[in-house]
């Protein structure tokens, strides 16, 4: 088994960096693949934001800092 009770075969969630300046989440699996989710809206961000926070293992999740 891999990380988090996955197979060492299937792809998941490695790291998830959110920028709360920008309103973007960057989402990188453990195959090299990085997403990007930018938000339009205070509104949409902060949805993002929980379900990031709901669903992403604790020691998957950093913030960029704002200065």
């Known amino acids: 088994m891999g990380y988090a009770g996955h197979s060492m075969e299937e792809e998941y969630l490695s ?3 959110v920028d709360t ?3 973007t989440v960057h989402i990188y699996s ?3 693949d990085k ?3 930018e938000c339009d809206t ?3 961000f902060i949805s993002v934001l929980n379900y990031v926070r709901e669903h992403a293992p604790v020691d998957t999740v ?3 800092d704002p200065i």
């Open 15 to 17: 790291r998830c960096v």
């Open 21 to 23: 300046v920008r309103r």
């Open 30 to 32: 453990n195959e090299g």
């Open 35 to 37: 997403k990007t989710v």
């Open 42 to 44: 205070p509104e949409e």
């Open 62 to 64: 950093s913030y960029v």
